[in-house]
Every structure is written in C-alpha cells, then in structure tokens.
C-alpha cells in the first residue's frame, strides 16, 4: 500500500507541473481525486441494518450470565476449528474485538470463544482454522465443553449472516537492506 501511494503522489506530482500553467483550478482536485481510491471497505453489516443487535456484549459475557440468551449479537474472531454435522456446520471461534470495519482486531486480547451454527453445509477447507470471521446471529443457548482439560462455557450462537474475512496477502521480502560490514553477493 506504501508503495502504491507513493506511485499516485509522484504521477500527480508530474501532471500538476505539466498542467500548472493552463487549469490552475484542475490541478488543485487532482490529488483528492487520485488518493480518493484508497478509500477502505465499509463494513459487511451496515450499522442501519444491524438494529437491536447488541454489539457491545462479549462472550465471556453470555458465558457468565444465561439471562443473556436470546440476544442478536454481533461477535467475530479467528475460527479454532470446524465441523459438518449432519444438519449444520459447527465453528469454534476465538473471539476478538471488532474493529470500525467489524474486522477481528486481533493485536486486542481475546474475549472468550463461542460455538457458531449455521444451518446447511459449509465448506470446512474454506472455513477453516485460523480464517477470521464475523458473524450476526442469536445466542440461543451455553453449552459445556473442555478447552483443554478446563471446561468451558461455551455461548451457541445460531448464524443468521456470516463474513469470512480474505486471507491476507504475505507481503514480499523488502529488497532495502541495511547493515555494516563486507557484503558478497552471489
């Protein structure tokens, strides 16, 4: 993205000085117009769409209270692990908070996990292990389950609408190199 940046003020640099003397108004919106197509994604689910969604409630939250069952949620994390049952697929998801793009910002502490149930069949190589996800769906219920040799209080949500987020892309190897000393290349 720096690069690309860097790209767009360097061409606009070069048509500013080629247009200065003729449409001084032009060159002046050129920039804006240029950097405007870095705008970000909105989000998967519009605010205005979300209406009673709780968006504020953890899991660790559910887990601890049952008088919260039966509330829409707005919940995402890293997928732990995946299964199909006969009638749904099952996600276990480590939850994280959302970012302003309802992204799992995973540079944040976790804030428990859940089980996620979506009717019908997922693919699991898709939705696998370590894809991030965010769903919108209700808590229907807490289940027990072991993390380990610890049990665990597990809020089920039932997944109305569900985004999983692409992979991302690994960056190339920076060919900038600094050090002190005798360098040999081969």
């Known amino acids: 993205m720096g690069s690309l940046l ?3 003020v360097l061409a606009s640099t070069a048509l500013l000085s080629l247009m200065m003397p ?3 108004p032009v060159w002046l919106l050129l920039p804006a117009l240029l950097l405007g197509g870095c705008a970000v994604n909105p989000p998967p689910f519009p605010p205005q769409d979300l209406g009673a969604v709780a968006t504020r409630l953890t899991p660790q939250q559910v887990a ?4 919260l069952l039966d509330r829409q949620v707005l919940w995402g994390g890293v997928i732990v692990e995946s299964h199909n049952a006969a009638d749904h697929t099952e996600l276990t998801v480590l939850a994280y908070p959302l970012d302003a793009d309802q992204e799992p910002d995973t540079s944040k502490d976790a804030i428990g996990r859940f089980l996620l149930r979506k009717p019908g069949y997922l693919e699991t190589l898709v939705y696998a292990p370590k894809r991030e996800i965010t769903v919108v769906g209700t808590v229907k219920k807490i289940q027990e389950r072991t993390v380990g ?4 209080r597990y809020p089920v949500v039932e997944a109305d609408r569900i985004h999983l987020w692409p992979l991302a892309l690994p960056s190339p190897p920076s060919r900038v190199r600094f050090g002190v000393g005798v360098g040999i290349v081969r």
């Open 22 to 24: 003729f449409h001084k």
């Open 6 to 8: 860097f790209a767009v």
């Open 149 to 152: 040799d610890t049990s665990y």
């Open 64 to 67: 601890q209270d049952s008088t």
